[in-house]
């Protein structure tokens, strides 16, 4: 298990910009964001490997999202901009020790989740 802490949620118009933060307690090989809103399944948003050469995006976040990290920090970023009410959901950070499980997303690491609500 490798525990994950999330922050940075919060309540936002369209528009507007947040920064979501995630620190693990260990170094880890791929690091990413999922999300979910109310009566929809978990989607994922976002992901880096540990280099930060390999990042990926779910078309609805492309140009809007960015991903980040810090591997001294054992941390991942993702700065949001441009939200837009269809963000609103509860956003989990998660982690995995190889690429493809972290995109499949079934075998994760996950943290506890922080909300992110756009009003419109």
């Known amino acids: 298990q490798v525990p994950l802490v999330e922050s940075g949620g919060g309540l936002v118009q369209a528009g507007d910009s947040l920064r979501l933060t995630c620190a693990a307690s260990?170094?880890?090989?791929?690091m990413g964001w999922f999300r979910q809103a109310p009566g929809k399944e978990r989607e994922f948003v976002a992901a880096i490997t540990w280099s930060s050469r390999t990042t990926t995006y779910a078309d609805s976040v492309k140009g809007r999202f960015t991903i980040s990290r810090d591997n001294t920090e054992n941390t991942v970023y993702l700065q949001m901009n441009s939200l837009k009410p269809d963000d609103t959901a509860v956003y989990y950070c998660a982690a995995a020790h190889a690429w493809t499980t972290m995109l499949v997303g079934t075998d994760n690491y996950w943290g506890q989740g922080t909300q992110v609500t756009v009003s419109s």
């Open positions: 260990e170094r880890i090989y791929a």
